[in-house]
T-cell receptor
């Protein structure tokens, strides 16, 4: 079984400032890691994923995340945010055996970008 | 646009009633997943279908059921509705293959009054 912890339920940040959204996971097996974004009144959209290889993963809209196996973390970062980045962000893990039914989501972090 | 279509967008109904939520997956995706998103429970996996057959069950109540039809669209049936069933219900589809991501529809917002 696996679990995902997103410690920050809300993160306010000013436009053009950097942001980091934290994600820690727990699993007894190796996992794939994902970040999804949910804009208001929309479904979840894949932002980026870590499957293997380089621990720094680049996604859409200028976001990137770094997988840290020793700290079991997969924090999401963006060097300069825009108003349009205001959304809810979900970290998720899935065991290497795959299967969307085994995808476990965190509780989400609401990113609010202010002028 | 994810390519996953859900109807209706909004649904308001009374306790004790039954509703049906519909989902059309992306073209070529054989798997359909249903999720419930509520403020207190977060995003919960309900059930998965693959090419018409039930593949996996998650935290789905006995009052809820689903099916996937030969044309691969899926329906989620919710009966004897309670106030606590008010939530966003998402459908997602994916190609099989352990690396493939889920593609989500925009959801159906169910309000039970």
């Amino acid at each position: 079984a696996q679990s995902v912890t997103q410690l920050d339920s809300q993160v306010p940040v000013f436009e053009e400032a950097p942001v980091e959204l934290r994600c820690n996971y727990s699993s007894s097996v190796s996992v794939y890691l994902f970040w999804y974004v949910q804009y208001p009144n929309q479904g979840l959209q894949l932002l980026l994923k870590y499957l293997s290889g380089s621990t720094l993963v680049k996604g859409i809209n200028g976001f990137e995340a770094e997988f840290n196996k020793s700290q079991t973390s997969f924090h999401l970062r963006k060097p300069s945010v825009h108003i349009s980045d205001t959304a809810e962000y979900f970290c998720a893990v899935s065991p290497l055996t795959g299967g969307g039914n085994k995808l476990t989501f965190g509780t989400g972090t609401q990113l609010k970008v202010e002028l | 646009d994810s390519g996953v279509t859900q109807t209706p967008k909004h649904l308001i109904t009374a306790t004790g009633q039954r509703v049906t939520l519909r989902c059309s997956p992306r073209s070529g995706d054989l798997s359909v997943y249903w999720y419930q998103q509520s403020l207190d429970q977060g995003l919960q996996f309900l059930i998965q279908y693959y090419n018409g057959e039930e593949r996996a069950k998650g935290n789905i109540l006995e009052r809820f059921s689903a099916q996937q039809f030969p044309d691969l669209h899926s329906e989620l049936n919710l009966s004897s509705l309670e106030l606590g069933d008010s939530a966003l219900y998402f459908c997602a589809s994916r190609q099989e293959g352990k690396n493939s991501p889920l593609h989500f529809g925009n959801g159906t917002r169910l309000t039970v009054t």
